[in-house]
């Protein structure tokens, strides 16, 4: 079975700047998905972003990047210049890669707060 | 394109019942999932469908249950409610439920038992 770790539950940013939010995970597999995923007060879940774990390069949308650490099993997300919508909590997912069927795994979640 | 929409957004109902939650995907998609929402437990999966056949299930008693139709909406059941049950309810749809293939997730259904 998979798990998926988020090791802060709150965490604080000024608008403008940078922000790191952890995740580690542990998995058998070798073939897999991670992701991020935003749940902003209005309770709908939007995808951010998404890194295949065959592949070295770290996924990249817009002001949202990741450190992904496969050999560590550590999937970080990076916001850059953040903004007060980017107040959310973000959840870190993980997915085996099968030819049928799919269930995500979350972590716990982490609580964003972007302060003006 | 609309969206993944659930019915109803919110329901209140007493230990005992039985309850029925809707799920409308987006046009097209062929996979839907189920997941739980709790304070304590966080995100939990449920179940997902694809083509009507229940093709992934999570750790979930038996008094969850789920169906799919042609028409790719979903509907999942929940009886003789727990005070444990108290939730919100998302699904989630996608083209085929592959991970490259985006999950899309609805508002959730709030689920009080009193």
């Known amino acids: 079975a998979q798990t998926v770790t988020q090791s802060q539950p709150e965490m604080s940013v000024q608008e403008a700047e940078t922000v790191t939010l952890s995740c580690t995970y542990d998995?058998?597999?070798?073939?897999?998905?991670l992701f991020w995923y935003k749940q902003p007060p209005s309770r709908q879940m939007i995808l951010v972003i998404r890194q295949e774990a065959y592949k070295q390069q770290n996924a990249t949308e817009n002001r949202f990047s990741v450190n992904f650490q496969k050999a560590a099993k550590s999937f970080s997300l990076k916001i850059s210049d953040s903004q007060l919508g980017d107040t959310a909590m973000y959840f870190c997912?993980?997915?085996?890669?099968?030819?049928?069927?799919?269930?995500?795994?979350f972590g716990e979640g982490t609580q964003l707060t972007v302060n003006p | 394109k609309a969206g993944v929409t659930q019915t109803p957004r919110y329901l209140i109902k007493t230990r005992g019942q039985q309850v029925t939650l809707s799920c409308s995907p987006i046009s097209g998609h062929r996979s839907v999932s189920w997941y739980q929402q709790t304070p304590g437990q966080g995100l939990q999966f449920l179940f997902e469908?694809?083509?009507?056949?229940?093709?992934n299930k999570g750790n979930f008693p038996g008094r969850f249950s789920g169906r799919q139709f042609s028409n790719s909406r979903s509907e999942m059941n929940v009886s003789t409610l727990e005070l444990g049950d108290s939730a919100l309810y998302l699904c989630?749809?996608?083209?085929?439920?592959?991970?490259?293939?985006?999950?899309?997730f609805g508002p959730g259904t709030r689920l009080t038992v009193l």
């Open positions: 998995t058998s597999e070798s073939n897999y998905y």
């Open positions: 997912a993980f997915m085996k890669r099968e030819t049928s069927g799919s269930r995500l795994t």
């Open positions: 989630a749809s996608s083209l085929n439920g592959q991970g490259w293939n985006e999950q899309f």
């Open positions: 469908y694809f083509s009507e056949t229940q093709r």
